[in-house]
Every structure is written in structure tokens, then in C-alpha cells.
């Protein structure tokens, strides 16, 4: 039956992206990051979409099924991904609020070493079709990717064997994002101003 693939599908997209929201949500009260903030506002939206979608296609699988009261556990299923993804949402929420963290997470940020960021990859990047094996970037640089958005959609947990192309949205961790920008030939806030 098509529905029940298709509700496969968006049950698998709503719980990477859940659990990338989470991941972002928390990254971006340690390291105080509206940028990547923002990013989970984007994805809570996209989950929203995924949970009507979902419910849709199993009141229509429901019709054609003998136990149609089985779709019931696709719909909570779908109510529990957003769900977290609303907690994900409002964690995020703490830094857009410009809410005073707490001393303790003061604290965290101080002693991590590592910043998160969201880094566009633009014209002439050296990084555009290069697989993420071949450019090694947590050895190289000292980032690791957890997720990739390509137009729309997001690659969560990217493999090795992802090829980054031209108007990716990297969203990466680590000491080296700076030098995932100049890769990137994304141009600071600075250069921007000078064109």
C-alpha cells in the first residue's frame, strides 16, 4: 500500500530531524548561537508538516485496512516526534529570547573548546565534490558534520561517502569552523560590507 511506505518515509525524516533538533536546540544554549537557533525554528515547521502529513496518510491507509485502529500507534508515533521536536523548539527558544543562562551553563561554555556553526558553501569552494572521506575534515580541521541541508531537505549524521555541493548548508562542530568558512568561501560579515 503507497500510504504506508510514505508514512515509513516521513516517520524515519521526523525522527533524524528530531533528534538533530535536539542536538542544535542544546548546542545552541552552550554555545549561545542564534544562528543555529534559528535553524531549529526552520526545522520545527518542517516537523509540523511531517505530523499532518503523517496523520493524513493514515486516516486514508485507515480505510482500506481490516484493523483500522492499528494506524492509531502511526499517529501517536508521529504526536511523540513533535512533541520533542516542541521541547527542541523551546529549548532553542532560550537563546532567541536572549534569556541570562544559568552560571553553570556559563561555566560549560567557558570550558568547551568547540563552537557550532552553520556554514553555506558558495562558487569555487574546493569543498564541492569532494566526499566527506576524501576531505577529512575532523582531522584536517578539527570539525565534524552532524548535519547537512541540501535545498530543503537535511541529511542528518551525514556518511563518509556524502558529497558536499555547491549551496550546502553545512551545520558542523568543532575548533575549526573559521577555516569551514574560508573552505567554504563564505566571506565574514566584514567583506560583505565592502562589496
Do not use: F, W
Not at 569532494?130 to 552532524?146: A, E, F, Y
Not at 549524521?157 to 567554504?184: H, Q, Y
Request: glycine fraction near 4%.
Amino acid at each position: 500500500m503507497k500510504e504506508l511506505e510514505e508514512i515509513k518515509d516521513c516517520l524515519i525524516e521526523m525522527k533524524n530531524l528530531s533528534s538533530l533538533m535536539v542536538d542544535l536546540a542544546l548546542s545552541s544554549v552552550m554555545y549561545n548561537s542564534e544562528e543555529i537557533a534559528e535553524e531549529v525554528y526552520i526545522l520545527e515547521e518542517k516537523i509540523d508538516e511531517l505530523t499532518l502529513k503523517v496523520k493524513k496518510l493514515a486516516l486514508r491507509a485507515a480505510k482500506n485496512l481490516d484493523d483500522p485502529e492499528s494506524m492509531l500507534s502511526v499517529i501517536e508515533m508521529a504526536t511523540i516526534n513533535e512533541q520533542i521536536s516542541d521541547s527542541a523548539y523551546e529549548i532553542a527558544d532560550i537563546v532567541l529570547r536572549d534569556v541570562e543562562p544559568h552560571p553553570i551553563i556559563r561555566k560549560i561554555m567557558h570550558d568547551v573548546e568547540e563552537e557550532i556553526g552553520r556554514v553555506k558553501v558558495h562558487p569555487g569552494s574546493i569543498l564541492i565534490g569532494q566526499t566527506l572521506k576524501q576531505l577529512k575534515l575532523p582531522s584536517k580541521i578539527g570539525v565534524r558534520l552532524i548535519a547537512i541541508k541540501r535545498g530543503n531537505r537535511y541529511i542528518y549524521n551525514p556518511s563518509s561517502d556524502e558529497t558536499i555541493k555547491e549551496g550546502d548548508v553545512l551545520i558542523a562542530v568543532g575548533a575549526g569552523i573559521d577555516k569551514l568558512r574560508e573552505l567554504s568561501n563564505e566571506k565574514s560579515e566584514e567583506e560583505e560590507e565592502l562589496d
